[in-house]
């Protein structure tokens, strides 16, 4: 690894877009030791001497993806996928940062565990792995996690993901205590008296398919309320995975009053809707039938209405949502395979996140930039990191994604590099995809190779 | 050119009304067949018809069993509930075990929306469902059909109200569905804790909520007012616990069927239920065992619905039935 990262490569010809360097154009991207060395004035046809070449002509050249949103699900589910086929997922959808969600077996509630994982992640990630470290012990919402700990041992933030702190006296002190250390608490919101029992969207979809529904209330009320502790505490937030038009009202106030808060948007909840749930990729079918209560389709949160998808890309694309991250779930085979209320909730996302929502650009640009999209996968996440990632900066890591923005694919999950196969888009067809990902100078994905 | 044979009933809607027509007309002369003296017939002789339960319930359970036996199917009757769920075996390896016995039906009832259409994916038999949580229910209303045809003739135009427990009502979903396909009308009534978020009492329901034209009352005199046919839907206990409801007397006093509100019908309106009643909640002594109750014949329909259900699917040969269409 070390002997290959001192490789100097030439990315040459391609459209380099830095949205942190506000670059968009065609250019060569120079690398050497592992670090960006120079992105040219423009492609020449000059190779200079002893630089390994890829062709990047009408390919788009962006740093690479950053997740700030992710289950790796080692230690403890192996089964399901584990830190190695987790970064090379990533790794083909482009990402050459994730951060890891806590709620491992056992949790990453101390810093021996993050350790563990940060140790792991050295020997056999193939991207970078950043650990978030939970709120509380156990992840179960009593008391604090030692977060002065965590943060030593190099956590982002924290986390109950999964686990909502419903107890708003303990949010508050998190968020306090938060401040000192000056990482960002993301709680997954839920009120789940509210949401009782729900399995998807309440809706008239879970009107007709008889499944219980959550109302999106129950995200917009707990969103409100850590917007408003935020505020008593200017302590830094970070809402995880939106998906309400209430909880985007609620941001834009929070955001007008100067809070310092940030928030992320998954590539499901930007193009899926609960009619989705019906199996027939997102057709409304004249009756019920063997494919509807698609598990693949059930997350949490959960799909939500077509008003809301509309907000929230919508959201994205003026910057009051920061960020889009993957919230990638992956489940075993069993886990899906079950009836619709049994079934684990989560998406698999790392490898058709991209060209997911490239497909949306790709059809209507006035929705959605290629730009700004690109931002939202790399200064964006960044940014909230404040680590010298996401960017083409001279100096920076050498984290590089080649996009080839006409390729037409259809979604096929046994080919998937997770170990998991749990998404709804199997058979879809999308445009653009991840070609080539680098990561501190070596490519750690070719598609060539795997086509 | 003929449709597929039929292989499974999930729920009504992927019928036209002229194919529950042709179940309702054939289980006229399995009533006939039921009210024998002798009442065997060698229609089903052979076959394994498997009741796979994982809820209880006595009377649909008896009712395809009966009605199995009748045709001369073997009739083998599992409760599932307890058994294979309790020791960790997942539904799919209990769907694949049984199938393996070589069995030509499976009747299913379980507690999850969905369960049958799973289990339809994952076997090469009939799947017949008996009731899938707050899904569907769909034997129950054809023999709701069955019962309203032989009073009132065609449906085309009868006023259907449905009162009760909406939200968590698979009968109601699936009467709905059936009522309608026959050209009734039908409109609910219940609390609007029990209602879905998205259905507003005082109007009538647009193709986007999946359920159009359903009209929902604003309140129960006027759902009641003019109907052809008044069903009232069991009240669950638990609905008070869950909050749903103050008290079940409150209940009764607001949204039961009784004298009053059945004069309120249209003149020689049927009163129905799905059972099992709670008496003095739902629906009052007097009318529920009054002249204008159908609900001891909803019953007798039940088991005439469930034979022509069971033939329908099963009369043919396996090796037919799987050979998709060749026969046609």
Redesign the interface.
């Given at each position: 690894m070390l002997l290959a990262a001192r490789k100097k490569l030439a990315i040459r010809g391609g459209r380099v877009i830095d949205p942190a360097q506000g670059i968009d154009r065609i250019a060569d991207v120079l690398i050497s030791n592992g670090k960006i060395e120079e992105i040219t004035g423009k492609s020449d046809g000059h190779t200079p001497d002893g630089y390994e070449q890829i062709d990047a002509s009408g390919l788009i050249v962006s740093p690479g993806f950053v997740d700030l949103h992710t289950h790796l699900r080692e230690p403890g589910q192996e089964w399901k996928e584990t830190i190695a086929t987790g970064t090379q997922a990533a790794a083909w959808g482009g990402f050459t940062t994730v951060c890891a969600m806590p709620n491992t077996e056992p949790v990453q509630d101390t810093a021996s565990v993050v350790d563990d994982v940060m140790r792991r992640a050295e020997a056999v990630g193939v991207v970078r792995v950043l650990p978030i470290g939970a709120i509380s012990v156990g992840q179960n919402g009593k008391r604090l996690a030692p977060m002065g700990e965590l943060a030593d041992a190099g956590v982002i933030g924290f986390s109950d993901d999964g686990n909502p702190v419903s107890d708003a006296n303990l949010m508050r002190q998190a968020l306090a205590y938060s401040v000192d250390l000056g990482l960002p608490i993301i709680n997954h919101a839920e009120d789940k008296r509210l949401g009782a029992g729900g399995v998807m969207n309440a809706g008239a979809v879970a009107t007709r398919l008889g499944l219980a529904g959550v109302a999106a209330e129950a995200e917009t009320a707990m969103v409100t309320r850590d917007l408003q502790l935020a505020g008593l505490t200017g302590a830094r937030l970070h809402i995880p995975h939106v998906s309400t038009i209430g909880s985007i009202t609620a941001l834009r106030s929070a955001k007008e009053r100067g809070l310092n808060v940030t928030a992320e948007v998954t590539p499901h909840h930007l193009t899926l809707t609960d009619e989705w749930v019906y199996g027939q990729h997102g057709e409304v079918p004249e009756s019920v039938g063997p494919e509807s209560y698609d598990t693949n389709t059930k997350v949490n949160p959960p799909l939500r209405s077509r008003a809301d998808e509309e907000v929230l890309i919508e959201a994205l694309a003026e910057g009051l949502i920061d960020v889009i991250a993957t919230d990638h779930a992956p489940h075993a085979a069993t886990d899906k395979i079950c009836t619709y209320n049994e079934a684990a909730y989560g998406i698999n996302v790392l490898e058709t996140a991209f060209s997911s929502i490239f497909t949306l650009v790709d059809v209507d640009p006035k929705m959605l930039s290629l730009g700004r999209l690109i931002e939202s996968l790399t200064a964006g996440p960044a940014a909230i990191l404040g680590r010298d990632l996401g960017s083409l900066e001279k100096g920076y890591s050498a984290d590089v994604t080649l996009i080839d923005p006409e390729m037409k694919w259809t979604v096929n999950p046994q080919a998937f590099a997770s170990k998991s196969v749990n998404t709804p888009l199997a058979g879809v067809e999308l445009t653009g995809r991840v070609v080539i990902t680098i990561y501190q100078g070596t490519k750690v994905f070719d598609l060539r190779n795997h086509g | 050119m003929m449709a597929d044979p039929r292989r499974h009933l999930?729920?009504l809607?992927?019928l036209d009304a002229l194919e529950i027509e042709g179940l309702l007309n054939s289980a006229e002369g399995m009533l006939e067949i039921a009210g024998r003296d002798v009442r065997k017939t060698p229609a089903l002789r052979g076959k394994t018809i498997i009741t796979l339960f994982f809820e209880n319930s006595t009377r649909t359970r008896v009712s395809f069993e009966q009605a199995g036996k009748i045709l001369g199917a073997d009739v083998i009757n599992v409760a599932a509930s307890t058994s294979s769920l309790s020791k960790g075996e997942?539904?799919?390896n209990t769907v694949k075990t049984l199938e393996a016995m070589q069995i030509d039906a499976l009747v299913v009832r379980?507690?999850?929306?969905?369960?049958p259409?799973?289990i339809?994916?994952h076997t090469d038999a009939s799947v017949v469902n008996a009731g899938?949580?707050?899904?569907?229910h769909p034997t129950q209303s054809l023999l709701d059909l069955f019962t309203v045809r032989k009073h009132l003739g065609d449906l085309a135009g009868k006023r259907i109200a449905i009162v009760g427990d909406i939200l968590y009502s698979?009968v109601a979903?699936s009467d709905i569905i059936a009522f309608q396909k026959m050209g009734a009308e039908v409109v609910v009534s219940c609390p609007n804790t029990l209602l879905?978020?998205?259905?507003q009492p005082g109007s009538i329901l647009g193709q986007?909520?999946?359920?159009e034209n359903l009209e929902i009352a604003r309140n129960v005199d006027e759902a009641v007012e003019g109907a052809d046919v008044v069903m009232a839907l069991r009240i669950q206990q638990e609905r008070q616990e869950a909050g749903h409801l103050p008290s079940l007397r409150e209940y009764s006093d607001r949204w039961g069927i009784n004298s009053r509100r059945m004069a309120m019908a249209h003149d020689g309106a049927l009163l129905m239920h799905p059972g099992p009643m709670n008496e003095g909640v739902e629906i009052a002594s007097d009318v529920a065992h009054g002249v204008q109750s159908v609900i001891e014949e909803q019953v007798r329909s039940g088991v005439a619905v469930r034979m022509a259900v069971l033939y329908a699917l099963c009369a043919r040969s396996r090796s037919a039935r799987n050979g998709a269409g060749t026969e046609n």
């Amino acid at each position: 690894m070390l002997l290959a990262a001192r490789k100097k490569l030439a990315i040459r010809g391609g459209r380099v877009i830095d949205p942190a360097q506000g670059i968009d154009r065609i250019a060569d991207v120079l690398i050497s030791n592992g670090k960006i060395e120079e992105i040219t004035g423009k492609s020449d046809g000059h190779t200079p001497d002893g630089y390994e070449q890829i062709d990047a002509s009408g390919l788009i050249v962006s740093p690479g993806f950053v997740d700030l949103h992710t289950h790796l699900r080692e230690p403890g589910q192996e089964w399901k996928e584990t830190i190695a086929t987790g970064t090379q997922a990533a790794a083909w959808g482009g990402f050459t940062t994730v951060c890891a969600m806590p709620n491992t077996e056992p949790v990453q509630d101390t810093a021996s565990v993050v350790d563990d994982v940060m140790r792991r992640a050295e020997a056999v990630g193939v991207v970078r792995v950043l650990p978030i470290g939970a709120i509380s012990v156990g992840q179960n919402g009593k008391r604090l996690a030692p977060m002065g700990e965590l943060a030593d041992a190099g956590v982002i933030g924290f986390s109950d993901d999964g686990n909502p702190v419903s107890d708003a006296n303990l949010m508050r002190q998190a968020l306090a205590y938060s401040v000192d250390l000056g990482l960002p608490i993301i709680n997954h919101a839920e009120d789940k008296r509210l949401g009782a029992g729900g399995v998807m969207n309440a809706g008239a979809v879970a009107t007709r398919l008889g499944l219980a529904g959550v109302a999106a209330e129950a995200e917009t009320a707990m969103v409100t309320r850590d917007l408003q502790l935020a505020g008593l505490t200017g302590a830094r937030l970070h809402i995880p995975h939106v998906s309400t038009i209430g909880s985007i009202t609620a941001l834009r106030s929070a955001k007008e009053r100067g809070l310092n808060v940030t928030a992320e948007v998954t590539p499901h909840h930007l193009t899926l809707t609960d009619e989705w749930v019906y199996g027939q990729h997102g057709e409304v079918p004249e009756s019920v039938g063997p494919e509807s209560y698609d598990t693949n389709t059930k997350v949490n949160p959960p799909l939500r209405s077509r008003a809301d998808e509309e907000v929230l890309i919508e959201a994205l694309a003026e910057g009051l949502i920061d960020v889009i991250a993957t919230d990638h779930a992956p489940h075993a085979a069993t886990d899906k395979i079950c009836t619709y209320n049994e079934a684990a909730y989560g998406i698999n996302v790392l490898e058709t996140a991209f060209s997911s929502i490239f497909t949306l650009v790709d059809v209507d640009p006035k929705m959605l930039s290629l730009g700004r999209l690109i931002e939202s996968l790399t200064a964006g996440p960044a940014a909230i990191l404040g680590r010298d990632l996401g960017s083409l900066e001279k100096g920076y890591s050498a984290d590089v994604t080649l996009i080839d923005p006409e390729m037409k694919w259809t979604v096929n999950p046994q080919a998937f590099a997770s170990k998991s196969v749990n998404t709804p888009l199997a058979g879809v067809e999308l445009t653009g995809r991840v070609v080539i990902t680098i990561y501190q100078g070596t490519k750690v994905f070719d598609l060539r190779n795997h086509g | 050119m003929m449709a597929d044979p039929r292989r499974h009933l999930l729920d009504l809607d992927d019928l036209d009304a002229l194919e529950i027509e042709g179940l309702l007309n054939s289980a006229e002369g399995m009533l006939e067949i039921a009210g024998r003296d002798v009442r065997k017939t060698p229609a089903l002789r052979g076959k394994t018809i498997i009741t796979l339960f994982f809820e209880n319930s006595t009377r649909t359970r008896v009712s395809f069993e009966q009605a199995g036996k009748i045709l001369g199917a073997d009739v083998i009757n599992v409760a599932a509930s307890t058994s294979s769920l309790s020791k960790g075996e997942s539904l799919l390896n209990t769907v694949k075990t049984l199938e393996a016995m070589q069995i030509d039906a499976l009747v299913v009832r379980h507690p999850h929306s969905g369960a049958p259409y799973f289990i339809a994916n994952h076997t090469d038999a009939s799947v017949v469902n008996a009731g899938d949580g707050t899904h569907a229910h769909p034997t129950q209303s054809l023999l709701d059909l069955f019962t309203v045809r032989k009073h009132l003739g065609d449906l085309a135009g009868k006023r259907i109200a449905i009162v009760g427990d909406i939200l968590y009502s698979r009968v109601a979903r699936s009467d709905i569905i059936a009522f309608q396909k026959m050209g009734a009308e039908v409109v609910v009534s219940c609390p609007n804790t029990l209602l879905p978020d998205e259905w507003q009492p005082g109007s009538i329901l647009g193709q986007q909520t999946g359920f159009e034209n359903l009209e929902i009352a604003r309140n129960v005199d006027e759902a009641v007012e003019g109907a052809d046919v008044v069903m009232a839907l069991r009240i669950q206990q638990e609905r008070q616990e869950a909050g749903h409801l103050p008290s079940l007397r409150e209940y009764s006093d607001r949204w039961g069927i009784n004298s009053r509100r059945m004069a309120m019908a249209h003149d020689g309106a049927l009163l129905m239920h799905p059972g099992p009643m709670n008496e003095g909640v739902e629906i009052a002594s007097d009318v529920a065992h009054g002249v204008q109750s159908v609900i001891e014949e909803q019953v007798r329909s039940g088991v005439a619905v469930r034979m022509a259900v069971l033939y329908a699917l099963c009369a043919r040969s396996r090796s037919a039935r799987n050979g998709a269409g060749t026969e046609n």
